[in-house]
């Protein structure tokens, strides 16, 4: 077994957190926020906007089931990455799409993916996804956390990340988590 760490940023944690629990060969996945200029930020700061921190998944990875490479699919193929700091309706800057490495093979595996995808013309708009260093991780506060799991009957839940849920399975069937199909 080789853990590896990811670092992404798709918009709500909440649906991304969703998407990446119930994928094989992940074993770990905390939502939190990176990339501001605040320290220990709260939700709140991350929603005013003031913070410049993203809203983010860190997954922990089993690289001898799932490659970097996979983990890059599923995160474009599960949210809009030609929409600048904006995902369906929630809009600013805490919501970009962003791949946050941990070392210069990621960073480079992440510009390929783009290169890859914009040459298929996969998506109708240019990509906008931002590739950062990865810097200070915060995690998000409790109630954040395993958020679907715990609420899916919630508006928000049904209408939101269920959608993507759905995708997730009909466009990944063999690298979804046994039991979730």
């Known amino acids: 077994m080789k853990l590896e760490q990811a670092t992404l940023g798709a918009g709500c944690f909440w649906c991304t957190e969703a998407v990446f629990q119930n994928l094989k060969g992940v074993s770990k996945v905390v939502s939190g926020y990176m990339g501001g200029v605040t320290q220990n930020p709260t939700y709140t700061d991350i929603c005013n906007g003031d913070s410049g921190h993203a809203e983010v998944i860190q997954i922990e990875y089993d690289q001898d ?17 030609t929409t600048l700091n904006r995902q369906g309706n929630d809009i600013g800057s805490q919501y970009r799409s962003v791949i946050y490495y941990h070392n210069q093979e990621q960073k480079q595996m992440a510009r390929d993916m783009i290169d890859t995808l914009t040459k298929e013309m996969v998506f ?58």
Do not use: M, R, W
């Not at 089931?65 to 990455?81: A, C, G, R």
């Not at 049904?158 to 988590?177: D, G, R, T």
């Open 65 to 81: 089931e799932i490659s970097f490479d996979e983990i890059l699919l599923v995160f474009f193929k599960t949210h809009n990455p």
């Open 124 to 181: 109708d708009k240019p990509i906008v996804t931002e590739i950062s260093p990865v810097s200070q991780f915060y995690e998000a506060e409790d109630y954040h956390q395993n958020y679907f799991n715990q609420h899916a009957e919630q508006p928000y839940c049904a209408f939101v990340i269920q959608p993507k849920l759905n995708k997730f399975i009909k466009e990944f069937k063999e690298k979804v988590q046994p039991g979730l199909l």
